[in-house]
């Protein structure tokens, strides 16, 4: 079965080193989605990615943040520099097409540990 | 905005019990309403979606949800517990194909 495929897995830096995350979506799926999760917290949507181009980056914090899908497949989340505040799970997830008929699915998510 | 609410943070129920979890939402439309679970480690699994029509929904896993416009609710029922279902669950509330969740509710199944 096809599957959302991020890495590392779990990544420990410590504060204001820069730290990068992947996302290998489903294949053929054309929307991509990257999700932070603080513990205790639902997920919240950093950003949407609509094959390469960015559909809304509303709740990045681009001062640090940089998130991109160069050729419409896979995608890297970027943080420099990294914060204690920054310590979550983030979450990639895709859809075949941005309608709600679609289903997001999840990949299972980078542990980041700021020190 | 839309918001989600799950009032409990933490259920513990016996193996064979039923179980229900409840969500509460603010929107102004007709609301597209997801239930997700995750398990220690893993990403989210969608277990059921409502978006119009027959507000009692079938999900997988023995899962089903009503929809409650006049409580504005969306709560999530079990009929029988397995151990197998101790994770945490997640409401979410759609809108502008964008998701909005809830804090989530964890689930410990006892012997």
């Known amino acids: 079965e096809a599957e959302v495929a991020q890495s590392p897995r779990y990544k420990i830096t410590e504060k204001s080193q820069a730290v990068a995350f992947w996302c290998d979506p489903i294949s053929g799926h054309a929307t991509l989605y990257w999700y932070r999760q603080i513990l205790g917290q639902g997920p919240e949507l950093l950003v949407q990615?609509?094959?390469?181009?960015?559909?809304?980056d509303s709740q990045l914090p681009k001062d640090r943040f940089s998130a991109e899908r160069l050729k419409g497949v896979d995608s890297t989340l970027k943080i420099q520099p990294a914060e204690l505040g920054d310590s979550a799970m983030y979450l990639c997830a895709s859809s075949f097409r941005q309608e709600w008929g679609n289903e997001q699915f999840f990949g299972p998510g980078t542990r980041l540990t700021v020190l | 905005a839309q918001s989600v609410t799950q009032p409990d943070i933490h259920i513990t129920v016996s193996e064979g019990a039923s179980l229900e979890l409840r969500c509460n939402y603010s929107y102004g439309a007709t609301p597209y309403l997801f239930w997700y679970v995750q398990s220690p480690g893993q990403g989210l699994q969608l277990l059921l979606k409502?978006?119009?029509?027959?507000?009692l929904v079938q999900g997988i896993k023995g899962f089903e949800a009503e929809f409650k416009r006049s409580q504005s609710s969306f709560n999530l029922r079990k009929p029988s517990v397995h151990w197998s279902d101790a994770a945490e669950y997640f409401c979410a509330v759609g809108d502008d194909y964008k998701l909005s969740f809830g804090a989530g509710t964890t689930v410990t199944v006892r012997a």
């Open positions: 409502y978006f119009s029509g027959d507000t």
């Open positions: 990615f609509q094959d390469e181009s960015v559909v809304d």
